[in-house]
């Protein structure tokens, strides 16, 4: 079992900047990849980004230019960097801890930090 905890949320003006980590906690030998998602108000959950453990990453499209995920060597923390924020980015972002469970796939996911964009 892999235990996951999102934090760096708090409100942001727009045009700012949002630092988001994850920390996992668990065994990560099956780890195959680390994902942000988000859900904005009355929206469903959304992708914005994966990294997958051997460093590849992958951007939705429509936040690709202003997004950026990394992760660190123990690949225990991974990190979301969004610039030139908008209201519209306002929304819980989520973390997803994506594991090998035989022939499929385990989903971790943490609570989520709450990001608000305003004034």
């Known amino acids: 079992q892999v235990h996951v905890v999102e934090s760096g949320g708090g409100l942001v003006k727009p045009g700012g900047s949002l630092s988001l980590t994850c920390t996992a906690s668990g065994d990560l030998d099956e780890l195959l990849a680390m994902a942000w998602h988000r859900q904005r108000p009355g929206q469903d959950r959304e992708f914005i980004a994966r990294?997958?453990?051997?460093?590849?990453?992958y951007y939705e499209e429509s936040t690709r230019s202003r997004s950026a995920i990394s992760a660190n060597d123990a690949r225990n923390m991974v990190y979301l960097y969004m610039h030139s924020l908008k209201p519209e980015d306002t929304a819980v972002y989520y973390c997803?801890?994506?594991?090998?469970?035989?022939?499929?796939?385990?989903?971790?996911w943490g609570q989520g930090t709450q990001v608000t964009v305003s004034t």
């Open positions: 990294i997958t453990s051997g460093g590849a990453a």
């Open positions: 997803d801890y994506i594991m090998r469970a035989g022939a499929g796939t385990n989903h971790n």
